[in-house]
């Protein structure tokens, strides 16, 4: 039929599409992979060198990264970000969008000085081949850190289904909240969608004791969620709701976590725990109290644990949810808590250190007992005779 043919064109262009995507998104996962495995071995390999030796270590990281980038990366980054683009345009205009522009245009950047090195290759082994690859390596962690959400980016062509009606969507959210105050109402799963929109699965138990489950709109801890769907199974959901963007990032500013700076030099807790175990006067087991609530550069785990403590407060207060901002208000006191026991446990170390005093010699060591190993001379003892076993008669 004439009115057919444009129908099936129309059909193969996103199916073509979709597969072109989804090479892509093949390859930038590969090399995500590879270059993680490459930063790893790095990263063992660098523990307890120094010098020439590191500087070795880094050379080989940075010369396989390049040759990863131009097997997996090179000729399908363009595509790729022509893709994430052209995705990004059609979408609601929104704060985010414009981040993620901005992220394209800085993976952009660092395509075209990794192409340009790959172009214009140094002699192999020499001084110059080290310097472009080091001087390369930011750009190759910005692709290891970035790509998958250019991926994710890329991706954006999937159609949802219709939503709900407005009376089936007020019933099912009635019903859904009924659940919720018997705590029959199960989240399992949650994403952002491209116009804002947070999207939680959950379970929701009927009354036959049945589950079916259901997709609801909104933070689920505050008023006004809603249900936008109700499906068979996970995968249909899946397949059926707006499909997830690109979480964010707690600093947008964050180190790379493939080009990180050289941590801090620590004191395991162990080893504290230790010292003042082996302690023998007062002076000792204050220096490792000390250790513990050291600030600054060279902070001991308990200042360490109270960082983390902070950081993590701060994320649960950007989840931007009901939920986030009580733990994150749990946590932040918690820090605080913390901060007041690392100046008690500093101002009782200096006061242990100050009385100047040594263990009482009644509390000797007890060495473990150690059996003798018996004299090389000596003469083994005689086996004992084989006893010989007499026939049973029989009569």
Request: with cysteine; glycine share 6%.
């Amino acid at each position: 039929m004439p009115g057919a043919e444009p129908d099936h064109q129309e059909q193969q262009i996103p199916d073509t599409h979709a597969a072109r995507i989804a090479e892509l998104a093949s390859r930038a996962r590969d090399f995500h992979r590879r270059i993680a495995v490459i930063d790893r071995e790095a990263e063992t390999a660098l523990e307890g060198v120094r010098g020439h030796q590191a500087a070795a270590v880094r050379a080989r990281r940075n010369r396989a990264a390049v040759e990863t980038y131009a097997t997996y990366l090179a000729s399908h980054a363009g595509p790729l970000l022509d893709a994430g683009r052209s995705a990004v345009d059609t979408l609601p205009p929104a704060a985010h969008t414009r981040a993620w522009c901005d992220l394209l245009d800085s993976l952009a950047a660092s395509h075209t000085e990794i192409v340009r090195v790959l172009g214009h290759p140094a002699a192999p082994g020499s001084a110059a081949e080290r310097e472009q690859h080091t001087a390369v390596w930011p750009h190759l962690a910005i692709w290891a850190d970035h790509s998958s959400i250019a991926v994710a980016l890329a991706g954006q062509h999937h159609q949802p289904e219709p939503g709900l009606a407005d009376e089936e969507r007020q019933r099912w959210t009635e019903r859904a909240q009924v659940a919720r105050r018997r705590g029959e109402l199960d989240l399992i799963e949650s994403w952002y969608v491209a116009d804002g929109r947070r999207i939680t699965l959950a379970h929701l138990v009927e009354d036959d004791d049945s589950t079916v489950v259901v997709a609801l709109a909104g933070d689920p801890d505050a008023p006004g969620w809603e249900v936008i769907g109700h499906y068979a199974d996970e995968d249909a959901a899946r397949q059926a709701l707006p499909s997830a963007v690109p979480p964010g990032v707690l600093r947008p500013e964050a180190a790379s976590r493939f080009n990180r700076p050289e941590p801090a030099p620590e004191r395991p807790l162990q080893e504290l725990v230790q010292e003042v175990v082996e302690a023998r006067a007062a002076g000792d087991a204050s220096e490792a109290l000390l250790s513990a609530t050291q600030q600054g550069y060279d902070a001991g785990p308990m200042v360490r644990l109270q960082h983390l403590l902070t950081a993590a407060a701060r994320f649960s207060h950007a989840l931007d949810t009901v939920q986030g901002r009580q733990i994150g208000a749990r946590l932040d006191a918690l820090g605080r808590q913390l901060g007041f026991l690392v100046s008690e446990v500093h101002d009782a170390a200096e006061d242990l250190g100050a009385t100047v005093a040594v263990l009482p010699p009644h509390r000797t060591p007890k060495p473990p007992r150690v059996p003798p190993r018996p004299a090389l001379e000596t003469t083994p003892p005689p086996a004992p005779p084989q006893r010989t076993t007499t026939p049973a008669r029989h009569p």
